[in-house]
C-alpha cells in the first residue's frame, strides 16, 4: 500500500515519519481505512519519491486533526526506513526508479493506492540498497 497526502498538509509527512504512522485527512480520510495490521506500507512524498517503508502495527484509528474531531484517519506504523524527504533525498526511492527497475510507467497518484508484490519486493530492494550506502558516510 502507498500513502501520500501532500496535497491536504506539505508537511504531514514529519508527523508521519516522527510519529510513525500512515495517515489521510478529511474528505481523504477514509483511504488509509482498508489497511490491515500486518499489511506492509510505504510513505511516498510527492516529487521525491518513497521515503518509508514499513507494517501496519494495528489496525485503523480515528484522531482529530487541527482541533476537527474525527478528521484525522491513520494507521500505526512500525518502519524499516525512513528518510526525510528534504534532508536526506538520497535515501529516498524516486517513481523513475522503481519503474525503471519493473520497466513499468506506473503513476503515483492518489493518497493510498495497492501496488503489486513485485512491486513492494523491487522498493524494498531499492531502499536497501540506498540506505546500505549511507552507512559510514556521515
Known sequence: MGICNVTFD???YKEMLATPKAA????RK????SIQRGDR???YHTRV???SA???????RVGDRD????EEHFIPLRLDFRADPIEEPQKCVAAWEINRALGTTHSFRGTAFSISKEMAETIIRLLREKHSKQVGTD
Open 67 to 70: 482541533g476537527d474531531p474525527g
Open 41 to 43: 506500507v510505504f510513505l
Open 10 to 12: 506539505e508537511n504531514a
Open 54 to 60: 514499513g507494517r501496519a502495527s494495528e489496525g485503523v
Open 49 to 51: 519519491g518513497i521515503i
Open 24 to 27: 489521510a485527512y478529511y474528505d
Open 30 to 33: 477514509s483511504a488509509v481505512d
